[in-house]
């Protein structure tokens, strides 16, 4: 039998890092008998707002913004395998360019996902509707179970 | 330190089953090394609206009603803990009347319960904004994580 397939999804936000700390303390064998992956997207957005100040952005400052990104992707899944490793757990990372909660579906359809993990806040419901759009999003359209995480109120 | 709780909430539809099964093939530990609270609600609308119908319902017919629906939902319960034997796993159950929606997450927090895990059809959009009310509620309203698991569409 297959492996079982397990993809946390992270961004630069304290409730993404907070579930994946969760998932490693508390889903045991679950997490450890599986494959790991720590997804992250590379939103486009910015490229284009850039690009339109500048009328027709200079192909190699397009080029450098993509860098930067993928420069800081790297780095945060490179911090999600540390905190994994800290548990004995060997993550696989992946990163694709996108709207956030399209690519994690995408991502997790593609890659034939059994659990799907996203952070949340548990605020307010005008703070919920906006940061919490890409775990609503995925609970509503990933097409495997979506566990969201949400960090505690301090 | 104190054993983990986790609870799923059941319903008589076929995709809460099916969240419960998955739950106990997929989260190995997790599941078997905490304690497993199956839990259901027993909605009320259905008593007052026979009541309305009877002007003033008869105080017999509302007790009667009252304990149909309460067999149902032991015969449920127990259906889903001979589900959990099977897999090895000794659960509890509990029941509440009101609203499913809230008194899921009533009981979550005041069981201190560290994981939720609900059923949810995965339909179109119509029929997702209806049937798929109380694990939405629940992904929004529920202090502890929670885990969302959709039936396949076959």
């Known amino acids: 039998m297959d492996k079982k397939k397990v993809m946390v999804a992270i961004d630069e936000s304290e409730c993404s890092h907070y579930a994946l700390q969760w998932a490693l303390e508390n889903l045991g064998d679950a997490i450890s008998k599986s494959d790991l992956i720590i997804f992250t997207a590379r939103p486009n957005e910015?490229?284009?707002?850039?690009?339109?100040?500048?009328?027709?952005a200079p192909p190699d400052l397009l080029m450098s913004m993509q860098e930067n990104q993928k420069t800081a992707a790297l780095a945060l899944l490179g911090r999600a395998k540390e905190i994994c490793a800290k548990h004995g757990v060997v993550a696989e990372t992946m990163t694709e360019m996108?709207?956030?909660k399209n690519v994690i579906c995408e991502a997790a359809e593609k890659h034939k996902i059994q659990l799907l993990i996203v952070g949340s806040h548990s605020r307010g419901p005008i703070q919920r509707a906006f940061l919490g759009s890409v775990s609503n999003y995925c609970v509503h359209n990933a097409k495997c179970p979506v566990l969201v995480v949400k960090k505690p109120v301090e």
């Not at 850039?50 to 009328?55: D, H, V």
Request: charged share 5%; net charge negative.
């Open 98 to 100: 996108g709207d956030p």
């Open 46 to 56: 910015f490229i284009y707002v850039q690009a339109s100040m500048f009328g027709t």
